[in-house]
């Protein structure tokens, strides 16, 4: 059995925990480590239990608690040379933890075998990660301008996929955001639109997907109705009709999400 849950989700902070058996992983600490262990002992888990932390990449949203976290519990972290790198020039004592990875490179972790892989961001290396026990896997993947093939390929038999949807083109294009900051979010290497992420969902629904829950969503150029309701057009045009055919959900920005098991 592989269960999965958010315990933060947005531009303020990335956070979700991956669980099967004894082992547990957080995918990326972008919230405080009091936050962190709060959320992690109200689904049950000792953070001292925890396997190992996996990071995306470098950027405050998803790394703010990992030095307090690491200090306080010594925890195995995985990520990509480049992103390790920045890490260690912010952490220095997480060189001694950190575990540097290749993306595209598989390893093990307890129960679960994670599969790494590259992701289009602006940062030093950005990766995302697809957990599995042998029989289900879940897929996670946000903080991308579009989809490769490298995540096209990660996502391919997913049970359980964590996607993108972080804004609606014409909020942003006429929100408060400078043009600066527009191009970055809208350009290749910055974030999935709902439209784009409601591409890659459709595709792993098509390839035997179940559950999905739609994540990092913005607060400005976004809000969970507007993303849930794009994404699950998409499906029912394609014939998946979402509350029949496949679990849609949108985690929760700054709380723990329910629990997502396949």
């Not at 995985?78 to 001694?96: N, V």
């Not at 896997?137 to 949807?165: I, M, S």
Request: hydrophobic residues 40%; aromatic residues 4%.
């Amino acid at each position: 059995m592989l269960e999965l849950c958010t315990l933060a989700s947005g531009s303020s902070g990335n956070c979700l925990l991956v669980r099967s058996g004894a082992t547990h992983i957080l995918v990326d600490a972008g919230i405080s480590c009091r936050r962190i262990t709060t959320a992690l002992k109200g689904l049950g888990v000792d953070p001292a239990s925890l396997s190992a932390v996996l990071i995306t990449h470098e950027h405050t949203d998803h790394m703010a608690g990992l030095a307090t976290l690491t200090k306080q519990y010594r925890l195995p972290v995985y990520a990509s040379r480049g992103t390790g790198l920045r890490l260690c020039y912010r952490i220095p004592f997480l060189e001694d933890l950190l575990r540097p990875i290749q993306p595209g490179e598989s390893f093990q972790v307890g129960d679960l075998e994670v599969h790494s892989f590259p992701t289009p961001h602006d940062a030093a290396q950005s990766t995302g990660y697809a957990l599995s026990d042998g029989l289900r896997k879940a897929a996670v993947v946000t903080d991308l301008g579009h989809v490769t093939e490298a995540v096209a390929q990660a996502v391919r038999g997913a049970d359980l996929l964590v996607a993108e949807a972080n804004h609606d083109v014409e909020w942003l294009r006429s929100g408060p955001y400078p043009y600066f900051l527009q191009d970055r979010i809208l350009g290749d290497y910055g974030h999935l639109s709902n439209e784009a992420g409601a591409q890659l969902v459709c595709s792993a629904v098509e390839q035997g997907a179940r559950t999905v829950v739609l994540a990092h969503l913005s607060h400005e150029n976004n809000t969970p109705e507007r993303a849930r309701q794009v994404v699950g057009d998409a499906l029912t045009r394609m014939g998946a009709v979402p509350g029949r055919d496949v679990t849609l959900e949108v985690a929760p920005r700054s709380d723990p999400s329910g629990r997502y098991v396949v």
